[in-house]
């Protein structure tokens, strides 16, 4: 079986408060887009995992969230059997788009299919919150509001695809860092879901928000410069909003149709040759 895990950006993401048990209570609104690793499964007597592209900070141990998944699907399950799994990575690590919780979702997905597990997406969803706060948005996909640690999904409506540029301009960023270095500013952008949502409702590409709110870009940017210098880049380009996803460092840049895209791409590549094109959908990873 093959299978695309596809990223995530965050449109918005607001912080409303710290639990007890350390994690922080979020609203978020936060889209599938088309960059995607692939996952080629097979199953086998014992359980691997080879990895290629991504770079040496990919591990092919235990470390990676993909055999987790499977752990947790032959405890949850009793399959007495392995998988044989290949991971080709596109998606940058540590770049707040959600790559690992994608290459999770698409695991979990795609076992309940190849082991015949049965379980309904609910049932999928909660062992997705077990392995990571993103892996059941990345098991449900689309556009959807996110609420809570990440349990919490609301799907959103949407009229159209969104042209898009992703770029990691500087190394990857820990989450842990990044939500301990706003605790200590408490600094950060209010989110402006509303105008973000009549955007949508509209299909207007110039009622879109120029930064739709991530509370965590403030603190990020000051770890890291280049995520500022990177959305300006983005916006001197053409880009009708932009901003950096998740907790870092990846920022990503709207734009108006493929043509804009296409010239902003010409201008962008030059200083930022890692730059791709792709585009918002409408649903999650996609096992076939």
């Known amino acids: 079986m093959r299978c695309h895990a596809c990223a995530k950006i965050n449109w918005t993401l607001e912080i409303l408060g710290r639990r007890a048990d350390g994690y922080h209570d979020l609203s978020m609104v936060m889209q599938t887009i088309s960059l995607h690793d692939t996952l080629d499964l097979e199953p086998a007597p014992d359980t691997s995992l080879t990895v290629t592209g991504g770079g040496s900070d990919v591990p092919g141990d235990e470390?990676?969230?993909?055999?987790?998944?499977?752990r947790l699907m032959r405890e949850v399950t009793g399959y007495p059997g392995g998988v044989r799994i290949h991971l080709e990575k596109r998606i940058p690590s540590q770049a707040g788009?959600?790559?690992g919780s994608a290459d999770a979702a698409a695991v979990l997905l795609s076992l309940n299919r190849l082991w015949g597990a049965g379980l309904d997406q609910s049932g999928l969803e909660a062992l997705g919150l077990?392995?990571?706060a993103d892996v059941p948005f990345c098991l449900r996909g689309g556009l959807c509001r996110v609420e809570g640690i990440g349990e919490r999904l609301t799907p959103l409506p949407h009229a159209r695809e969104w042209p898009l540029i992703v770029l990691q301009p500087c190394p990857g960023l820990s989450t842990g860092a990044v939500f301990g270095a706003w605790r200590a500013s408490s600094e950060g952008a209010a989110p402006e879901t509303e105008t973000l949502l009549r955007a949508f409702a509209s299909d207007d590409p110039r009622l879109l928000p120029r930064h739709p709110g991530n509370a965590l870009e403030a603190v990020s940017r000051s770890m890291r410069p280049e995520i500022g210098a990177a959305v300006d880049d983005l916006l001197a380009a053409g880009a009708v909003c932009a901003q950096m996803s998740g907790s870092g460092s990846a920022v990503f840049g709207v734009f108006a149709?493929?043509?804009?895209?296409?010239?902003?791409?010409?201008?962008?590549?030059?200083?930022?040759?890692?730059?791709?094109?792709?585009?918002?959908?409408?649903?999650?990873?996609?096992?076939?």
């Open 257 to 288: 149709d493929g043509d804009a895209q296409a010239s902003a791409m010409r201008r962008i590549r030059p200083r930022h040759p890692g730059a791709c094109c792709c585009k918002t959908l409408v649903s999650a990873c996609n096992p076939g």
């Open 63 to 70: 470390r990676n969230i993909a055999l987790r998944a499977v």
């Open 97 to 99: 788009l959600g790559g």
């Open 130 to 132: 077990r392995l990571g």
